[in-house]
C-alpha cells in the first residue's frame, strides 16, 4: 500500500477515535447525569409499589422511542450522507423533510393506539399489580405518550446533525431529561411523588426537542413537513428500515419481556431490576455507543467511495479498540458489585436488602456489556452496507433465548435469573451476527459492490 493511503488511513482511524471519544465523553456525562437520577429516585421512592408503577408505564413509551425513533436515525444518517456526497445539498434538505414527514405520521398511529390499548397493555406488563396501582399506572403512562412526536422528530434532526459530523451536539441533547427530572425530584419531589419523575421526564424531551430545532435550521434545514411520495432515496430508506427496525424491536422487545416477568414476580422485584442493569447500560452506552455513533458516518463514506479493503480494516481496528477498554472495566466492576450498589443506591428507602438483591442482579447484566459493546459496532456495519437483514435473523435468535430463559431461570434465581436471560439473548445475537458477517467475507463486499454497479442507488 502507498505511503499516503497508509497515512489517510491513519488518519481515518484517528478522526473515528477522537469522534467516538467526544461521544463517549459525552455519553458518560449524559449517562453520570442519568445515574445521579436513579440516585436521587432510589432516595425518594426506594424500590416500591409507586416506582413500580412509573418504571411499567414508563416502559411503553421507552420502547416505541428506542425502536422507531432511533431506528429512523440510524437508517436515515446513510443516505444523508448520499445525497450531500453524490447529489447536492438541495437534496439532503428536500430527504430530510420527507423523512420527518414519515416518522412523524408513524409515531402519531402509534401514539393514538397506545392511548387507546392502554390498560390491557398494562395488564398484561404489570400482571400481579393491585387494582390502584394498576390505575396510578395508567395514568402515568397516558400522560408521557405527547413526547413520542417530539421524539419523532429529534430522531431526524439528530440524523441531520450526525450526517454534518455533529455527533457531540446531538448526544449532548440527552443530558436534558436526566437534569430536569433530578431538578424536580428535589423542588417537588416529596410533595408531587412519582408525578415528578412523569413530568420532568416530558420537559426534557420538550427541551431535546428544542435545541435540536435550533442546531438544525441554523445548518439551513426548514423545520416544516414536505412528503415527496416514495421517491428512490424514500424507498432506500424504507427498505433500510424495516430489517433494522424488526432487529432493535427484537433488542427492546426483551427488556418489555424481562419487565413483564419482573412484574410477575411481586412488589420491588421490576425495581430492582431497573437498578441492577443501569450500571451494564452505562457501559454499554459509554463503550459501544460512542463508537457505533463515530463509526456509521465513517462506514457509510466507505462504502459511497466503494473502498472495502479500508471497510473491513477499520471494522477490525475499532472493535479491537473498544473490547480492550471494555473487558477490564466491567471485570472490575462485577467485582465490586456489592460495594457499587452501596454507593450508589444505598440511604433514605433503600436498604441493605434491597442492596443485596440490586447487586446480585448487577454481577449478572455487567456480563453483557463485552457483547453489548460489539453487538452495537457489528449492527452499524451491516448497516451501512445495506444487509440489515442479518440483524433481524440473529436478533430473532436471540429472542428466542432471551424468552427461554425469562421463563426457566427466575424459578431457581429470582429476579436475577431475568438478568442472565438478557445476557444469554446479548451473546447469541453477537455471535451469530458475527458468523453471518463472517460468512460473508470476502463474498460480502464483492455482493455489494455488483449491487451498488447495477442500481440507480450506490446504497440501495
Known sequence: MALGGIAERHSTHRRVFQNAAVVGVLTSLVKVAAAAKVIVTARYFGAGDELDAFLIAFLLPTFVVETVAATFTVSLVPRLIHAR???????????AQAGLALVLAVMAVLTVALALGARPLLLMMGSSFSGPKLDLTVALFLSMLVWLPMAACSATWRAVLNAHGLVALSTAVFMAPPAITMLLLMVGGTQWGVWALAWSNTAGVALEFAVLAVAVRRLGYPLRLRWTCWTPEIRAIRDQYWPILAGTSITAGCGLVDQAVAGALGSGSVSALSYGVKVGGV??????????????????????????????????????????????????????????????YQGGQFDEAAT???????????????????LLIAQRLATAVGL??????AGFLGMLVNIAGDLLLPRWMGVAGIALASTLAHVVFTSVLLILLYRKEPRLFRSVTRKHACAAQPLG
Open 85 to 95: 456526497t453524490h447529489e447536492s445539498a438541495a437534496a439532503a434538505i428536500e430527504l
Open 283 to 344: 457501559l454499554v452506552a459509554v463503550g459501544g455507543t460512542g463508537m457505533a455513533t463515530a463509526v456509521l458516518p465513517e462506514f457509510s463514506r466507505l462504502v459511497s467511495e466503494n473502498r472495502w479493503d479500508a471497510l473491513r480494516h477499520a471494522m477490525r481496528v475499532h472493535t479491537g479498540a473498544a473490547m480492550a477498554v471494555m473487558v477490564p472495566v466491567t471485570a472490575l466492576v462485577m467485582w465490586s458489585s456489592t460495594a457499587v450498589v452501596r454507593l450508589l
Open 356 to 374: 443485596i438483591l440490586v447487586a446480585e442482579v448487577q454481577r449478572y447484566s455487567l456480563m453483557v456489556v463485552p457483547f453489548g459493546v460489539v
Open 388 to 393: 440489515s437483514g442479518m440483524i433481524l435473523r
